[in-house]
């Protein structure tokens, strides 16, 4: 089975956000809060991941992406949406105020999928491959605070 068919075949059995807010980590090199709210009233500096294909990767500097890449990139945030779909969660664990954060997370995980598969093209290194291990264990990775990953 190919590196891709792996991701996507996990994408399929994953029920991602479900556990944010639920557990800890026991990881210096995680924060981790139990609601978008608390994030939002922690005085942290919080430098937030990408949600927008736009959005320039914190880790790599962009290039041309192969013909065969671009096509997997698509597949795969399709891949994530239709996951998504599957295992819906509640919009009130996204909400904040009158925000709902429910398209960034969205965005987010399709990006963060997209980066992981580019990653792994191009055998560059782990920094995505982490981010989506913790997306895999249902939580919501939404970005950065003095280089230590900020979780709910």
């Known amino acids: 089975m190919s590196f891709f068919n792996e991701i996507q075949q996990k994408m399929g059995t994953t029920p991602f956000f479900s556990n944010m807010g639920k557990g800890n980590f026991d990881d210096k090199k995680i924060i981790y809060f139990h ?29 041309e992406y192969p013909k065969d890449l671009v096509e997997m990139r ?3 945030s399709k891949a994530v949406i239709e996951s ?9 664990q996204f909400q904040f105020d009158a ?14 999928f997209r980066q992981y598969l580019t990653e792994k093209y191009f055998n560059y290194g782990d920094n995505w ?3 989506i291990q913790i997306y895999c264990q249902g939580h919501f990775p939404i970005g950065f605070c003095k280089k230590t990953l900020v979780v709910i």
């Open 35 to 63: 609601s978008i709210q608390a994030c939002f009233e922690s005085p942290l500096n919080v430098v937030w991941l990408p949600t927008s294909p736009t959005q320039d990767d914190p880790f790599y500097i962009k290039q």
């Open 74 to 76: 698509l597949l795969v």
């Open 84 to 92: 998504l779909k599957a295992f819906p969660v509640p919009d009130n």
């Open 99 to 112: 925000h709902n954060f429910k398209i960034a997370a969205r965005n987010a995980i399709c990006y963060a």
């Open 129 to 131: 491959e982490n981010i």
